[in-house]
C-alpha cells in the first residue's frame, strides 16, 4: 500500500531522456501568433512539440555531471525518500516551459509561439490578478508606519487601513514586521482570526487552536511530520490529490491509501467506497491515521454538500480518524446551488464538541479572491487534540520560530475585510466581487470549449481555480507516450506545450483512475486573454487527434 507518488520515482534514472526527438526548429506553424510564410506539414509540426528538451531540462548534463564525480554525494546516496517525492505542479512539464521561456528571451522567434502561458499553478497575480487594495494599503503602512505620521498619508490611504494598521503594529512586538513573533503566529491577530471563524460559522473558535504558518503547505507538512511515524502509518487520500499531500506523506515515510472520487457523478466522495479502502489498508497492516478532505476540490473544483460533509464527520468520528480538511478554497465558489460549510461548523452542528472528534482545517491568503501566493500567509485551526498533543504541535511550530509577519498579517485581514461604513467597503467588495464573478465566466467559457473537443469530457467547475478534463487518446498516440517511457496525458501535454507555450499539468501527477487520462488547466489567465488560449487549444487538440489517429 505504498504511495502511488512512488511509481514513476522507482524509475527516476531510467526516465532522464524523454522525447528525444532532434529536429531544427520550424519557421513557421499554425499556432504561432506571428505571422509566417511556408507552414510545415502536419507531422512535421507535431514532431516539433516533442523537440524542445531532448532530456529532463533540470537533470545536469553527463559531462556536468562527471564534473562532480569527487564530490561525496551521489543520486543514490541522498535520502530515498527525497527521490520518491514528487510535486507535479512544478515538474518536468513546467521545468521544459521555463527552458522554452528562456529560449524566447534570447530569440523571440525560436518556437511557434511568443510567450509562455502558465496555467499548471493557482497563482493568480502572476498572471495579471491584482490584488485587494485595502489588504496592500495595511500591509504598506504596517512595513513603514514612519509614514503614518506624515500629513500625506490621510490623502493617500483610506482612513480603516490606517486605523487597522495602527491596531496591527500595537500587536507586534516593537511594532515592527521584520521581528519574530510567538510561534503560533501574533496573539492579537490570531484573535481577529477567531472573530472571522467565528463570524463565518456561528461557533466559538479559540486563539491557542490557530497556527499561522507560511501558506498553508507547512501546515499540511507539520500533521503529516505529527501523525506518521513509519510506512505502517497511512493517511487517507482523495484521487484525484492535490500532489502536496502525496509529496509530504512520502517525504515523511508513510503510506497513501488512495480513495477514488466519481468523476461520473461530479467527483463524488462515497463515504462506504473510503471505508472499502480504509479496511483494505488494515487488512495489510497499515495503521490508517487521517483522512484528507480538499473542499472545494483540487484539481477537481467540486464542493461538498453539506450532507454528505456530515457523513464524512461521522465515518471520522467512528473510525478514530483523524479529518484533514483543506478549505483553502472556501471563497471560491462559482454555481448557485453549492456553498461552503467548514467541516468545523458541520460538526459542532451535529453536535460534535471538541473532544469528540479530532479536526485541522486548512487556510491560505494564496487563493480565494485574494491570491497572495508569494506572500507566503495561511494558517491551520487544531482542535480535539489532548493537552500534551498540543504541546508537540507546539514544539514544531517553535522549531520554525515564527511565520513571516506579512503573511500573518494577511491572514488577519482575509478573516476580516472591510465591513459595511467602512471607508473601503464599498472599493473592497467591488474588487473582491468583480474576481469572482471574472472567475466564474472563465470557467464556464473553458469547461464549454474542452466539452466542445473531440474525446474530451470535462465536469462543471463549482469551485476552486481548476478544470479537470478527462481525454480519450488514440492508441496511436498511447503507444507513442510509451515509447517515450512517459505517460500519455504527459506527452500530451508536453505536445500542447511545444505546439502553444499554454503549460497544463497532467492528470498522472495527481493521480487518476488506472487507464484513464486527464489534465489540470487553471481558470486564471486574464478574461480577455481566455479566447486566444482556447483558440490556442482547439487549434492543436484537433491536429494532434488527426495525427495520431488509430
Excluded at 131 to 158: M, N, W, Y
Excluded at 323 to 348: C, G, M, T
Amino acid at each position: 500500500m505504498r504511495k502511488f507518488a512512488a511509481e514513476k520515482s522507482k524509475n527516476l534514472l531510467a526516465h532522464r531522456k524523454i522525447c528525444a526527438v532532434s529536429l531544427q526548429h520550424p519557421t513557421a506553424s499554425v499556432f504561432s501568433s506571428q505571422s509566417h510564410q511556408n507552414p510545415l506539414p502536419q507531422s512535421s509540426i507535431l514532431l516539433r512539440f516533442l523537440s524542445s528538451a531532448a532530456s529532463n531540462p533540470s537533470a545536469p548534463s553527463e559531462s556536468m555531471a562527471s564534473d562532480y564525480s569527487s564530490t561525496p554525494i551521489k543520486i543514490d546516496s541522498i535520502n530515498p525518500k527525497v527521490l520518491e517525492c514528487e510535486y507535479a505542479v512544478r515538474g518536468e512539464i513546467v521545468n521544459l516551459a521555463q527552458k522554452l521561456q528562456e529560449d524566447l528571451k534570447v530569440n523571440p522567434d525560436s518556437h511557434p509561439f511568443d510567450e509562455i502561458i502558465y496555467c499548471n499553478i493557482g497563482n493568480p497575480q502572476s498572471l495579471g490578478q491584482q490584488p485587494i487594495t485595502f489588504f496592500r494599503e495595511v500591509l504598506a503602512l504596517c512595513d513603514h508606519p514612519a509614514i503614518l505620521d506624515k500629513g500625506e498619508t490621510q490623502g493617500i490611504f483610506s482612513a480603516d487601513s490606517i486605523e487597522r494598521a495602527f491596531q496591527i503594529l500595537d500587536q507586534i512586538p516593537g511594532r515592527a514586521t521584520g521581528a519574530y513573533s510567538h510561534s503560533q503566529g501574533i496573539k492579537g491577530l490570531r484573535d481577529t482570526i477567531c472573530s472571522g471563524i467565528e463570524a463565518r460559522d456561528g461557533f466559538p473558535a479559540d486563539p491557542n487552536d490557530i497556527f499561522l504558518t507560511d501558506g498553508a503547505s507547512p501546515a499540511v507538512h507539520m500533521m503529516m511530520q505529527l501523525l506518521i511515524r513509519s510506512e505502517n502509518d497511512g493517511i487517507l487520500c482523495p484521487i484525484p490529490q492535490y500532489p502536496l499531500y502525496s509529496a509530504s506523506i512520502a517525504l515523511h515515510g508513510g503510506s497513501l491509501v488512495p480513495y477514488y472520487l466519481d468523476e461520473a457523478t461530479g467527483w463524488g466522495l462515497e463515504v462506504s467506497d473510503v471505508k472499502k479502502q480504509l479496511e483494505a489498508a488494515r487488512s495489510k497492516g497499515i495503521d490508517v491515521r487521517a483522512l484528507v478532505v480538499i473542499n472545494p476540490g483540487n484539481p477537481t473544483g467540486q464542493v461538498l454538500a453539506e450532507s454528505n460533509q456530515q457523513q464524512i464527520v461521522d465515518f471520522c468520528k467512528n473510525e478514530g480518524l483523524v479529518l484533514l480538511a483543506d478549505e483553502v478554497y472556501q471563497e471560491n465558489i462559482y454555481v448557485p446551488d453549492k456553498q461552503f460549510h467548514s467541516f468545523k461548523k458541520v460538526a459542532r452542528s451535529m453536535g460534535y464538541g471538541e473532544k469528540d472528534i479530532s479536526l485541522v482545517s486548512f487556510q491560505s491568503v494564496s487563493k480565494g479572491y485574494y491570491g497572495e501566493c508569494g506572500k507566503r500567509g495561511g494558517y491551520m485551526e487544531v482542535t480535539g487534540f489532548a493537552p500534551e498533543i498540543r504541546e508537540q504541535m507546539y514544539k514544531l511550530a517553535s522549531v520554525n520560530l515564527c511565520s513571516n509577519i506579512s503573511g500573518q498579517i494577511l491572514a488577519s485581514l482575509v478573516m476580516s475585510p472591510p465591513k459595511v461604513g467602512d471607508e473601503s467597503y464599498e472599493s473592497y467588495t467591488a474588487e473582491r466581487d468583480g474576481i469572482l464573478s471574472s472567475l466564474a465566466r472563465r470557467a464556464k467559457t473553458l469547461e464549454d470549449a474542452l466539452n466542445s473537443l473531440e474525446g474530451v469530457t470535462c465536469n462543471r467547475a463549482e469551485g476552486a481555480m481548476y478544470l479537470f478534463p478527462r481525454i480519450s487518446l488514440p492508441n496511436k498516440a498511447i503507444e507513442a507516450a510509451k515509447s517515450m517511457k512517459t505517460a500519455p496525458d504527459a506527452f500530451y501535454a508536453r505536445c500542447l506545450l511545444n505546439a502553444t507555450g499554454v503549460v497544463v499539468v497532467p492528470g498522472s501527477g495527481f493521480g487518476q483512475v488506472p487507464g484513464t487520462w486527464h489534465f489540470r488547466c487553471t481558470i486564471l489567465p486574464q478574461e480577455d486573454r481566455i479566447p486566444a488560449i482556447v483558440s490556442r487549444l482547439t487549434d492543436f487538440h484537433k491536429a494532434f487527434m488527426d495525427e495520431y489517429r488509430d
